[in-house]
């Protein structure tokens, strides 16, 4: 898959330490162009003013989490088919066939590595891999 460095990406989580981690690892695997938000409702404000090609979220957030966000997501219109990862610590069943369900694109276990993460950026992208 070529990597696009000027890919808009949003990264929406709100611990702040979580989010420098994001960046250097989409620095590590290629992308440059990444905005964040510390929550869900930044997010929407961000996703309306700006043409984002991927969301990476985090599922446990305050007031609006993760899972509620792609929920809006998929809602608009305008952002239906944006490519959507979800990032939690855990990894029930039942959260993955949720998330799944709501149209999350993937979803991403932490901790991860960057090669990780840029194979699951190629599924929700819809690479085929090699």
Avoid at 88 to 114: D, H, Q, R
Wanted: proline letters at 5%; hydrophobic letters at 45%; one cysteine or more.
């Amino acid at each position: 898959m070529s990597i696009d460095p000027n890919m808009c990406i949003l990264v929406v989580d709100d611990y702040s330490t979580m989010v420098r981690i994001m960046r250097k690892l989409l620095k590590q695997c290629g992308y440059e162009n990444v905005h964040e938000a510390s929550n869900g409702e930044e997010a929407l404000a961000k996703i309306k003013e700006n043409d984002y090609q991927l969301i990476i979220s985090d599922w446990n957030m305050e007031p609006m989490t993760g899972f509620d966000l792609l929920k809006v997501v998929r809602a608009t219109e305008r952002t239906a088919k944006l490519p959507f990862i979800l990032v939690t610590a855990e990894a029930k069943s039942e959260n993955v066939e949720a998330a799944k369900a709501a149209g999350a694109n993937c979803y991403l276990v932490k901790p991860f590595t960057a090669p990780l993460l840029k194979e699951r950026i190629g599924e929700a992208l819809g690479a085929v891999p090699a």
